[in-house]
């Protein structure tokens, strides 16, 4: 937020206005999102935002790339869990609970904005290399197509973020993570896993 005072130069608070500017973008995505809407969010003139991000676009980068930092963080928590079940139940369950938290906007940014494809894509990356951890492990059948799979799980996390848009609540995303965690193929011989 900028705060100007008479005689004093203003300042600049930057995580603020960044995470006031990521809610206005998640809340309607980048082309509902108009300067107008984020300059009265944000308590600032249209001057002070250009001149503290240079344009609606440099802003919006900077305001997904600190939402996306975040997701990934999440991401590297879960995927470090000892078994891959347990990694993708977590991201489900993760995914679930934060999709419908009363104190954000619904849904998810990363997965529902057009302009994000590439930071989608290194989510199902990181998906599918957990899973095929899980398949060297033989925590997975041998031969699972891992970036199939991958891009299945994508798919569910995308779905459960339209899902929370439309007003579908924690238990029916938790439905949803749990018919997807059913989706993983099972090791040829589930005894070998401890």
Not at 158 to 185: F, Q, Y
């Amino acid at each position: 937020m900028l705060v100007a005072m008479a005689g004093r130069p203003r300042s600049f608070d930057r995580d603020a206005a960044l995470a006031v500017a990521v809610e206005e973008f998640w809340r309607a995505g980048y082309e509902e999102t108009s300067v107008a809407t984020l300059t009265a969010a944000m308590g600032v003139t249209p001057p002070s935002l250009y001149a503290a991000f240079g344009d609606k676009q440099r802003l919006f980068e900077e305001a997904s790339e600190a939402y996306f930092q975040r997701t990934c963080e999440g991401i590297e928590v879960a995927t470090a869990l000892p078994t891959v079940r347990e990694a993708v139940a977590r991201v489900l369950e993760d995914t679930a609970r934060a999709h419908t938290d009363p104190a954000t906007p619904a849904g998810c940014l990363m997965l529902t904005e057009p302009r994000l494809a590439a930071q989608r894509e290194v989510v199902r990356r990181r998906l599918g290399d957990r899973l095929a951890d899980g398949v060297r492990d033989g925590e997975l059948a041998a031969g699972t197509d891992t970036d199939r799979l991958a891009t299945f799980l994508l798919a569910v996390l995308r779905g459960m973020s339209g899902c929370a848009r439309d007003g579908g609540g924690t238990d029916d995303l938790l439905g949803i993570a749990e018919t997807a965690l059913a989706a993983l193929p099972a090791p040829a011989n589930p005894l070998d896993i401890a």
